[in-house]
């Protein structure tokens, strides 16, 4: 079951027609860029939560796409996801422009959220100057109650804003439980990214649809798995090739995905079957090994590979042969649409998350050293021999081992140990990463 940024926190929904601030609004609350912020209406689309705080309340804070009366096509699915944030909100904030005025879709809007029998905060927003505020009062007849105007591009005005927040919320419910781990669902855009994320928890939490391009900010999704733990996993924009990027929303999107990549612990790398492993799918995979991130590869739309065996072998062969560089990644094999597979992916996940944390005693460790260097020593180089003097694992999140030895030791011997190393140990779907350090055999004289 899906949950919410911190389960038992109370949620504040921010809603509005498109193009009055939402997301500004949002970002003066967290006192950061959370949310993505441009001109041009409709840049939210997905439901985002953050956790905020105000004179000692934390409480849920959601910002939503516009609110958009006889919406069609994606906008529909935009206010759907709008509607979905007020049902399961404890307070509204209804945010309006004060400069334009209340219009007809504020009317709709406002008489939605009567019905929605909820407090309702009335943010009148770019309110940049003290000498029209009196402009706000013009939105009474919205009927939700006292509108409290404000500048989100400026804060004035914000911390009484913030005070009716804190003033409507109820009590926390105290059921919080953290995620154990943190997991980025990334890819290029169309490849069914959102679809996995929604079969995943079992309910629209991003927006689907065939436009390319859709998922804009990274979404965070809350998946209680079997054991009581909770999985945060966070479906990212479509991360497209940097210099074919020239919307600028579309641009700060992939640098977001990016950064969520810093963020986490574990990735599943979409792929559409249908296209094969692209160029594209190349890069993101080594974008993927140089954050050293657990991987769980899902090739999706397995649905519409041919059924016989020499076919799906093929694909196999192919996926294997590109992603060469992956193959300790855990490939399961998906339909989104029919909901084959799917079902593998979590299981994959919390194996991959535990190998990308495991440590080997420093004994262990050296007793593979030993032993991998008495069935294959290290090839002489210019006349010398080097030779691995001790090992330890310096880290996890991925593990990290760090061998002493007498001369520079060739990657291809490197690699050699990682695959002795994965016979005691697979690290299922974790990369593992050897350091080198030299040092000399001679006792230091005192």
Request: glycine share 8%; net charge positive.
């Amino acid at each position: 079951m899906a949950k919410g940024v911190r389960s038992g926190l109370p949620t504040v929904a921010v809603v509005g027609r498109p193009n009055v601030g939402k997301s500004s609004l949002v970002n003066r609350v967290l006192g950061r860029r959370a949310a993505i912020v441009q001109e041009n209406p409709g840049v939210t689309r997905d439901r985002q939560h953050f956790v905020a705080d105000w004179a000692g309340r934390e409480f849920e804070i959601i910002d939503t796409g516009g609110l958009e009366p006889g919406a069609a096509g994606l906008d529909q699915r935009v206010v759907e996801q709008a509607q979905v944030a007020i049902e399961s909100a404890d307070v509204i904030v209804l945010v309006v422009d004060g400069v334009a005025g209340p219009n007809q879709d504020d009317m709709l809007v406002a008489e939605t959220l009567r019905r929605a029998d909820k407090p309702v905060v009335l943010a009148v927003n770019k309110v940049d100057d003290p000498r029209d505020e009196p402009l706000a009062a013009s939105f009474y007849r919205l009927g939700v109650g006292e509108p409290i105007a404000l500048s989100a591009l400026h804060g004035r005005g914000s911390g009484d804003f913030l005070e009716a927040v804190v003033r409507e919320l109820p009590e926390a419910r105290g059921d919080s439980v953290d995620a154990f781990a943190s997991v980025a669902i990334v890819g290029r855009p169309n490849v069914g990214k959102s679809s996995i994320l929604n079969a995943l928890v079992r309910e629209p939490r991003s927006i689907v649809d065939s436009t390319a391009g859709t998922t804009r900010d990274p979404v965070d999704s809350y998946l209680d798995v079997d054991d009581g733990r909770r999985l945060r996993i966070v479906d990212t924009a479509g991360m497209r090739r940097q210099l074919r990027i020239d919307d600028p929303v579309e641009y700060f999107s992939l640098l977001r995905a990016r950064q969520t990549l810093d963020r986490v612990d574990a990735v599943v790398l979409v792929i559409d079957v249908a296209e094969g492993v692209t160029g594209h799918d190349q890069r993101l995979a080594q974008e993927v090994v140089e954050h050293g991130r657990a991987c769980v590869i899902a090739v999706n739309k397995w649905d519409l590979v041919p059924a016989e065996p020499t076919d799906r072998k093929r694909f196999d062969v192919s996926i294997g042969d590109k992603l060469r560089f992956l193959p300790w990644a855990t490939l399961v094999r998906t339909s989104a649409l029919t909901g084959r597979g799917v079902d593998k992916i979590v299981p994959a996940l919390l194996k991959a998350v535990e190998s990308h944390r495991t440590r080997l005693s420093t004994a262990r460790v050296n007793r593979l050293i030993q032993q991998a260097q008495e069935r294959r020593p290290h090839p002489r180089v210019a006349g010398g021999a080097a030779r691995i003097l001790y090992g330890v694992q310096a880290d996890i999140g991925p593990p990290r081992f760090v061998m002493f030895s007498t001369g520079r030791l060739e990657s291809g011997y490197l690699r050699y140990l990682e695959r002795r190393l994965r016979e005691e140990e697979p690290f299922q779907g974790s990369p593992i990463v050897i350091d080198t350090r030299r040092r000399s055999r001679s006792p230091v004289k005192g």
